[in-house]
């Protein structure tokens, strides 16, 4: 048969085209399509019921409302807001809703580990059974209660408030320890301040909801973070359809998120803010716009005041009076013009509804004592403190107080403020060397700054024991973890939330069954306590945490206080002081339940009734200060404007070093998670290279170009970072992100920048020793 | 939205981002990011190959300290409304991303998509991602991923999809209650999780609904407009120098 070239082409044609009119390769086509996307390799997520389970998250002290999706109840697959929750609205933070990525971690740690090799070793840790790391711990703490030891044991824990708080301090009260300390954060200056001005240890607290004027000094309000349920209602309030409701004015150094959305921002030389306050205070005095009234019934130290001794002293009056403090003299102090001075303090005394903040949403004590005080003398001659006005003292949530316990001394609370000068006897060889140091739900060789000093400290205490639930820089330097239960593993609660004016309970309950053989460490303090006996076992007494829960909430049920917010309209940011609300449940079993559901209880601010101070009035001239011993000058009692100095020469060091918590990295104790690390912009991290901030003018004099490498040199250490020019900065001044620098955890997490930590110092507040981190003396060279 | 050659519902779902409000906290791209089975890697600084869908642009007012100022910008897909076909879907050559007109979503078929990327050439708003690699979870994360959205492999775009998954299970339940699949209505990821309560979701087309009435606001406008690209996705700013950038283009977030 003949079958030519021809016939060979048109059978080819033919059958090609044939085949494109069959089925068969647009079917191919689509299978090896539908193939490509089903390699073995690609994750099938199990199938099977969803269904929500509502929690409270306790990732930072916000203690939003959330709600997880589980499939078949065992595996969760997201944290989403809780609707339902009136303060939060089902809005979650990028923390919350990367919840998810700590409780499936691959740096978690998955049951106790014990030391083997040399102190800092990773490849050491040996895993160990829940018994033997118990019984190792009970035995050495009972040995050195024996021995009379007890204040050798000290405790690092979370700021945040809980009942595992309150726990932890049950158990080194008991035990016989008072070195017991919470990591520093910056409600500690505002309780300290409410504490000398009125006598009761509570932190202040703001009415953001009810003020129509902010004058915000420092506070990062729109930074993203910080205690999210009491600043998100407020701000979703403030600016409603287009129109603002609310002035804000914001002091700060930095062109910050917060300072670009204020209606007007008042740009000041770091740490000088409170002059900026009492150069308002000297106007609002001299043209005698403030509340006379009020100063002249409740407010003692105004005026020239006598002692108890009959010694005379200077009042507030006189000292703010000072040219010190004149328009003139402020602005050259803070950078500022005088008609801006005068422009804040006449808007701030005419403003029926204004209202002075600071601290709020901010991780570190910026402010020394006396800056606070300046800001709280704003709010006194204001009278904001009155029963039912802006400013108001963080409520006692009433759950019921834990029983009595036998020894004297009580683990003081107000030692929370010492946790630096702790560190500094510790590292110096004191007198009484700590023998064990207990950490949980902190990272304090992380988190803390000057980490130079915690990390000398820790080398001197020879047992460190870790609770937490990750490898992380602290634990990495343990000798003993007993591995927590992550956030949503775990029975835990909120005790109110930071600044907020009103009262604030919630429950959170786990999600999930505990995935890893770890275990709750109010339970292990609990076993421990038993196992010690005697006192301390006999002080707490519950068999497990949500024993001891329930035991609270049934002091809560009974004070027939607050109410459950069952409904997502509450208004609760708008409740006024002593505005009555009516339980909504009948009895403890009944709240449980309730709580247990993801419903928080609320009950109205506590209206201030009179003070506790030395004379019974709200103090201006703090007399409690002069009880801690001789006061050299009268100004010691009052506000004033006075910078602690940062160490290291100016010639040496001629900028200044600010940090700054971005709305983009996780804040405190939890590291950045993978889905948080997509935030950080370019300007701020390439690779593993932070960039500090710097505006055009520093940088031309310097002659540093935009990305280049330089050294970032502190008296506390050194780094290699990046520049970025940036308008945002004020000349002169360098700013640091802080959350980026982790050395430990995996390599979704590591070496990506520097921990601003570690370059910055912490000046002690020469009253309290409350340490504050307002800047450090700094120098960029070439690299 | 003008021409009418094929049928359309009364369904035009949209979006209206308040930037007054925005804080750019970020929690709605790491909502998405959960919702979706969005993968990631160790290094997330190179921002043309870290995958957002909602992604969030930084803005500034060029001004000199003290009066320089900086906003957030979330940009999620804008499902463009443009006539006939969105930029994306007119140049897919294998009808693997198409905008259903009976609801306005533009959505995008994984199997299907050849990963020729004609259609993140055409996108003027960056809005769309390739997967140039297979994504890879550290194994405990696996655990955390739903079933109810699929994970993509390499060799294939995505894109927000107004968290179409949501809308199906919303019409899934209104079948079953008996209800019109029609009118179900739902929330996105985003939506629920700003704190702010800055971005507000739903059907333009409602005249009941907080979208229809946000994107008339004075203070309303859209990115890029003079493209026509029609998106339905629109911001409020009383800060004119918002609106001043969204006239020109969108670039790379720094």
Known sequence: ?783 | MSEKEHAEGGVRFGMVIDLDKCTGCGACSVACQAENNISFRPDESNKLRSITWMSIFQLNNGRNYPDYKYAFLPRPCMHCDSPHHSPCTFVCPVNATTRDENNGIVTHIYPRCIGCRYCIVACPYHARTFNWWDPKWPEPMESMLSPEVSTRMRGVVKKCTFCQPRLLKARSKAYKDGTDPDKATYTTACADACPAKAISYGNLRDPHSDVARLSKDPNAFRIIEKLNTEPKVYYISTQDWIKKLSYNAVTQES
């Open chain 1, 1 to 783: 048969m003949d079958f030519g070239r021809r016939a060979f082409l048109q059978f080819a044609a033919g059958a090609v085209g044939g085949s494109l009119l069959s089925p068969l390769p647009w079917q191919l086509a689509a299978d090896s399509a539908r193939w490509s996307q089903n390699w073995s390799w690609r994750p099938s997520p199990e199938r099977g019921e969803i269904t929500k389970a509502a929690g409270i998250c306790t990732m930072c002290e916000g203690g939003c409302a959330i709600q997880a999706r589980l499939v078949n109840g065992n595996r969760a697959i997201l944290i989403e807001g809780n609707p339902a929750n009136p303060l939060t609205g089902g809005g979650i933070c990028a923390l919350g809703a990367s919840g998810l990525q700590f409780l499936y971690a691959p740096y978690r740690i998955s049951k106790p580990m014990k030391q083997t090799k040399s102190r800092g070793d990773v490849s050491g840790f040996q895993p160990i059974s829940w018994d033997e790391a118990l019984a190792e711990l009970g035995k050495k703490l009972s040995e050195m209660q024996a021995e009379g030891d007890s204040h050798a044991a000290a405790g690092i824990i979370s700021s945040r408030p809980s009942s595992m708080a309150d726990l932890w301090l049950q158990f080194f009260t008991a035990y016989g320890s008072t070195n017991l300390f919470r990591m520093p954060s910056a409600a500690d200056g505002l309780k300290l301040a409410a504490q000398l001005t009125t006598g009761k240890a509570s932190p202040f607290a703001f009415a953001l909801g009810d003020a129509e004027y902010i004058l915000s000094f420092g506070s990062n309000l729109f930074e993203g973070a910080g205690a999210p349920s009491a600043v998100f209602p407020a701000l979703r309030q403030w600016t409603q359809g287009g129109k603002r409701s609310v002035k804000l004015v914001q002091v700060e150094s930095r062109c910050s998120m917060t300072a670009s959305k204020a209606d007007r921002f008042l740009a000041v030389a770091p740490g000088t803010e409170a002059a900026l306050a009492m150069g308002i205070a000297h106007l609002m005095v001299r043209n005698g716009h403030y509340d006379a009234d009020f100063v002249k019934s409740n407010v003692f130290g105004f005026e020239d005041w006598t002692d108890g001794t009959g010694k005379k002293h200077e009042g507030f009056r006189s000292l703010v009076s000072s040219t010190a403090y004149s328009p003139e003299a402020v602005a050259k102090v803070t950078g500022l013009e005088a008609a801006q001075i005068d422009q804040a303090a006449q808007e701030f005394a005419v403003q029926p509804k204004a209202l002075a903040i600071w601290a709020v949403g901010q991780p570190d004590s910026v402010n020394g004592i006396y800056h606070q005080l300046a800001f709280a003398a704003l709010n006194t001659l204001k009278g904001n403190l009155k029963p039912n006005g802006l400013v108001t003292l963080t409520p006692e949530v009433p759950l019921a107080g834990l029983p009595p316990v036998q020894k004297q001394e009580k683990a003081d609370e107000a030692t929370r403020n010492g946790l630096y000068g702790f560190l500094d006897s510790v590292r110096a060889g004191s007198k009484q060397p700590i023998e064990m140091l207990l950490v949980h739900e902190a990272n304090p060789l992380y988190s803390m700054p000057e980490t130079k000093l915690v990390e000398e400290a820790l080398k001197k205490v020879p047992t460190i024991v870790s609770f937490s639930s990750f490898m992380d820089e602290t634990a990495a330097q343990a000798d003993l973890i007993l591995p927590d239960h992550t956030a949503f593993e775990r029975c835990d609660d909120v005790v109110g939330v930071p600044w907020a004016p009103f009262s604030y309970y919630a429950v959170s309950t786990p999600i999930l069954k505990p995935l890893l053989d770890t275990r709750h460490t109010g339970e292990v303090l609990l076993s421990l306590a038993g196992g010690i006996g005697g006192s301390v076992g006999a002080s707490m007494p519950w068999k497990s945490y949500e024993e001891y829960l329930k035991f609270r909430v049934e002091g809560l049920a009974k004070s027939r206080k607050g109410a459950v917010a069952d409904k997502p309209d509450v208004q609760i940011i708008k409740l006024s002081a002593g505005e009555a609300v009516k339980p909504n449940f009948t009895d403890a079993a009944e709240l449980w339940k309730k709580l247990k559901a993801g419903y928080c209880w609320y009950d109205a601010p506590a209206a201030i009734a009179g003070f506790e101070t030395v004379s019974g009035k709200l103090e201006l001239a703090c007399q409690s200060i002069g009880t801690k011993g001789a006061v050299a000058d009268d100004k010691l009692y009052l506000p004033h404007f006075e910078l602690i100095n940062p160490s290291g020469d100016e010639s040496e060091f001629p900028l200044l070093l600010v940090t700054y918590k971005p709305s983009f990295t996780a804040g405190g104790y939890l590291p950045n998670p993978p889905f948080m690390n997509k935030l950080i912009p370019n300007s701020v991290l390439k690779g593993g290279d932070v960039f500090t901030e710097l505006h055009p003018d520093t940088a031309a004099k310097l002659g540093f170009s935009q990305g280049e490498l330089v050294s970032l040199k502190t008296t506390q250490g050194e780094a290699t970072v990046r520049v970025n020019i940036s308008a945002a900065a004020r000349p002169g001044v360098v700013y640091l992100p802080v959350g980026l620098g982790h050395k430990a955890y995996d390599n979704y997490v590591q070496n990506k920048g520097v921990n601003a930590n570690s370059l910055t110092e912490v000046q002690l507040d020469p009253v309290s020793g409350m340490g504050t981190v307002w800047a450090c003396r700094a120098q960029l060279r070439q690299v």
